[in-house]
């Protein structure tokens, strides 16, 4: 046996970082965020589309071409196809004003922009009722000009654009700001009108984050309930829009049925995940979401 | 080559004042630093002249036209920003040839015409065989000849620039200076840039606007405004200086009760302030002078600069010495300021 006084060798000095913890404590939390997000978030989308097809592809293929299923599923994207450019045009006029100029009551207009986040949905459906409802405060003369709103397509159409405003401008303001006013002043003293500087200037430097927001805008137009439901009046196969349509083939315990048309929505959700991400990987230093932080 | 003239112009920004009445003469083919601390106005000057800004009160006049009236776009005036404000979507060759691109189709040269000017602007700033170039893929100096060029497409009447050089290290910024020079006499524009370098300002211009506080202090050549400062501000402001109360007395500057050996015949008898530059000064012995023990001391360049304390506790001033002057701490040295000014107390203290 050699004897050797020297102390044994050390575990080579390995480099810990400060902010690195015990690997016990990483284990654990690890191990936690990962049960939380498997329980709440992947066995739901999992459960979605494995009910959607508990019995068999050719009720699930007769569920969504059903007629009301149809019906739906056309509401929905005229809904989404006018809410969404409506708001992609509000969303920039709003974001440029607020950006790009200084006026009076400009906090007031962020507050105001930032209002249907901050409300119940179901309260935004019920201020349109109130408003072009019968009993409701211009109601009446609709009503004597023959013009529906409420628990018609044009209500649904109102409180989809409600709620789903601030997604195009909440994206493009900070971004706007960030940007200033240089490069459509340097467009100006070139030469370029008000529209010239918008168009080759103005849209291309924020065009990414635009179609990010358009994205969430889209899938939140495409999804809503609350309000939507509370002016639709749930007339099938005329004012019942794919979230609507589910609800009541579940409360009619056509489960199957009702999944089938959920897992259309979640797989729009996921194909909006995909290209968020996509964006976020590529254009992440030109969208205001990945530059908060 | 139009003169540009600017009359009792005044801007408020929320009714903050930014400029005070300024009043302006710039001549055609003139090369013109408009130069001054932070918050001197000096960029505000700037975009008025440019039509950025609308003056509250006054007018511009480019040539014999009131321009005031006139907006950014007709003014037909070459800008370069601060920090380029190049379009970072569009190409180096498609950035140079846009102001002619988006020009109405009356006035708007043939598409090959365009191509064909702004290579050729690519050429005059040196930086041939790089249009296909983003702007993110160019140096800091490169975006600044693009940011020319494309404020020279449109074959403005005027070029206007503000701070120029101020984004670039040390080694680029003087190549540019040069560049800029060149440039210029070249192509024959009037140009106004913005600096807070004076040595920038001094170097390259043909005549120096020094502003201070939203009003103009001096207009000259550099040679006018180094050697023969009106103002305090403009003293110490361009170049080095330094500054000691003295008393006027007999005609005779004095200072802690001893007369320095200057004689100021024409100056108002009392308090004034002296000002001198610590390179234009003479060593003396036995004569009338300032004295003062070395306080401090350090190499610059090819000199020494010393730190004074002026007998009497009159207080600290810096000259310059020759780099092998065996002065050390404590030592005493004896000096006159070769050239200098007086200016009355009040002024020196506003």
Redo the contacts between chains.
């Keep these: 046996m050699v004897y050797d006084s020297r102390p044994a060798p050390s575990a080579p000095n390995v480099h810990v970082s400060a902010t690195t913890e015990r690997a016990s404590v990483r284990m654990t939390l690890i191990a936690l965020a990962v049960a939380f997000m498997l329980l709440v978030l992947v066995l739901p989308l999992v459960l979605v589309f494995s009910e959607a097809f508990r019995k068999g592809g050719e009720f699930f293929l007769k569920s969504l071409t059903q007629r009301d299923a149809v019906a739906a599923i056309q509401l929905t994207l005229l809904v989404a196809a006018i809410a969404v450019p409506l708001n992609l045009v509000f969303g920039i006029a709003a974001s440029w004003a607020i950006a790009k100029f200084e006026f009076k009551g400009k906090a007031f207009l962020i507050t105001l922009v930032d209002l249907p986040f901050s409300v119940s949905p179901v309260v935004s459906g019920l201020v349109y009722v109130l408003l072009f409802g019968a009993q409701g405060l211009i109601g009446p003369w609709l009503k004597a000009n023959d013009i529906e709103i409420i628990f018609a397509v044009p209500g649904i159409v109102l409180a989809t654009i409600f709620v789903t405003f601030p997604f195009i401008a909440r994206e493009l303001i900070p971004l706007m700001q960030a940007q200033g006013n ?2 459509e ?9 008000g529209w ?1 500087a918008f168009w ?2 103005t849209l ?2 924020i065009k990414w984050g635009l179609l990010y927001g358009v994205l969430l805008c889209n899938a939140r137009a495409m999804g809503e309930f609350g309000a939507v439901s509370v002016v639709s009046g749930h007339i099938r196969g005329k004012t019942t829009t794919m979230p609507l349509h589910i609800e009541i083939l579940y409360n009619e315990y056509n489960f199957a049925g009702a999944f089938a048309v959920a897992s259309l929505l979640a797989l729009l959700a996921l194909v909006t995940l995909v290209l968020k991400t996509v964006l976020e990987l590529r254009f992440g230093d030109e969208l205001a979401a990945t530059r908060r932080h | 080559m139009e003169d540009i003239s600017v009359r009792h112009v005044r801007k408020e920004f929320s009714r903050y004042p930014a400029l005070h009445d300024v009043s302006l003469d710039i001549e055609g083919g003139e090369l013109i630093a408009l130069l001054g601390p932070s918050g001197s106005g000096k960029t505000t000057l700037l975009r008025l002249i440019a039509g950025l800004e609308s003056p509250t009160a006054g007018q511009i006049f480019f040539g014999e036209e009131d321009a005031s009236a006139k907006s950014v776009q007709d003014r037909n005036v070459g800008f370069v920003f601060q920090a380029y404000a190049l379009f970072r979507n569009m190409t180096v060759l498609d950035n140079i040839s846009f102001g002619l691109r988006v020009r109405p189709r009356q006035t708007r040269p043939p598409k090959e015409e365009i191509r064909k000017r702004a290579m050729e602007l690519l050429e005059l700033v040196q930086l041939g065989g790089l249009e296909k170039r983003y702007p993110q893929q160019l140096s800091g100096g490169q975006r600044q000849r693009v940011a020319l060029a494309r404020a020279l497409a449109i074959e403005p009447r005027v070029l206007l620039l503000d701070e120029p050089f101020g984004a670039l290290d040390a080694q680029v910024r003087k190549e540019l200076r040069k560049w800029l020079r060149e440039i210029h006499d070249r192509t024959g524009h009037t140009t106004v840039f913005v600096t807070h370098d004076q040595e920038e300002a001094l170097e390259l211009a043909d005549r120096l606007v020094v502003m201070s506080q939203g009003r103009i202090e001096q207009v000259g050549t550099p040679d006018e405004v180094y050697d023969r400062p009106n103002s305090p501000f403009v003293f110490s402001f361009i170049g080095e200086s330094s500054a000691l109360p003295v008393t006027v007395e007999n005609k005779q500057l004095w200072v802690g009760g001893r007369a320095i050996g200057l004689a100021a015949p024409e100056a108002p008898e009392g308090v004034a302030r002296l000002y001198f530059r610590p390179h234009d000064v003479e060593l003396v012995e036995g004569q009338a002078c300032l004295a003062g023990v070395v306080v401090a001391s350090r190499r610059v360049g090819g000199t020494r600069r010393v730190e004074l304390e002026i007998g009497g506790d009159q207080g600290l001033v810096e000259i310059d010495l020759p780099f092998d002057h065996p002065a050390g701490e404590k030592s005493r040295i004896a000096f006159r300021p070769k050239r200098w000014q007086l200016f009355p107390v009040a002024a020196a203290a506003g």
């Design positions: 240089g490069d002043e340097a467009a100006l003293s070139l030469g370029a009108n010239q080759h200037v291309p430097n």
